[in-house]
């Protein structure tokens, strides 16, 4: 069974920093670009960006770019979705997703569970 | 940056009747090469992830219901439930994958029961 599976909710301060987690499983999980999803509570999908785990090449939203680091560790078929500095309008549940089959832009076939984040003081 | 604008915001449909949502991009998202619009649906459930129904603008995802069907062409994109079932209760989005970052999705259409 294709699958991505999600580390655990979490609980920060402001200016804590976080890594949360998104495991591949079921496909080969350099060959399909991984992807970010912010979702307010309440609110709609925002995109935040997209890994190939094959090379690591990365590309963000202007929204997020310089807010967030996506990365990737092919040899354990994760992807990662990190802060340095938290802040509370980061409190949010986060998906990750893969997107169908390269190349170039593609929709999300494949979406984790999410990861709700939390951030106050 | 390619935004799209869904509408309406939220609609209340009877069982078994049919369900219309529309979704408009600031440009087109027909690529010409290969007389594709590069435009997907996803169904999102209360408290659940979201799961893509269409992408292609009319190419039904493995498992989706041939209730659900996808239409239109360059900027705009319907997505119609033919005959609502209780099941169908969640927010839909739409999303173009033509060009980015971002792949913007639109701000979602909630369907309910009447």
């Known amino acids: 069974e294709v699958q991505l599976v999600q580390s655990g909710a979490e609980v920060k301060n402001p200016g804590e920093s976080l890594k949360i987690s998104c495991e591949g499983s079921?496909?080969?999980?350099?060959?399909?670009?991984i992807g970010w999803v912010r979702q307010i509570p309440g609110k709609g999908l925002e995109w935040m960006g997209i890994i190939y785990p094959g090379d690591s090449d990365t590309r963000y939203s202007p929204s997020f770019q310089g807010q967030v680091t996506i990365s990737a560790d092919k040899s354990i078929s994760t992807a990662y979705l990190q802060w340095s500095s938290l802040k509370a309008s980061d409190t949010a549940i986060y998906y990750c997703?893969?997107?169908?089959?390269?190349?170039?832009?593609?929709?999300?076939?494949?979406w984790g569970q999410g990861t709700m984040v939390t951030v106050s003081s | 940056d390619i935004v799209m604008t869904q509408s309406p915001d939220s609609l209340a449909v009877s069982l078994g009747e049919r369900a219309t949502i529309n979704c408009k991009s600031s440009?087109?998202?027909?690529?010409?090469?290969?007389?594709?619009?590069?435009l997907a649906w996803y169904q999102q459930k209360r408290g659940q992830p979201p799961k893509l129904l269409i992408y292609?603008?009319?190419t039904r995802e493995s498992g989706v219901p041939d209730r659900f069907s996808g239409s239109g062409s360059g900027t705009d994109f319907t997505l119609t439930i033919s005959s609502l079932q209780a099941e169908d209760v969640a927010v839909y989005y739409c999303q173009q994958y033509y060009s980015g970052p971002p792949c913007a999705f639109g701000q979602g259409t909630k369907v309910e029961i009447k």
């Open positions: 292609w603008a009319s």
């Open positions: 440009q087109s998202i027909l690529y010409t090469s290969n007389n594709k619009n590069y």
């Open positions: 997703a893969r997107q169908l089959d390269p190349p170039g832009l593609r929709p999300f076939d494949i």
């Open positions: 079921g496909y080969r999980f350099t060959s399909h670009w």
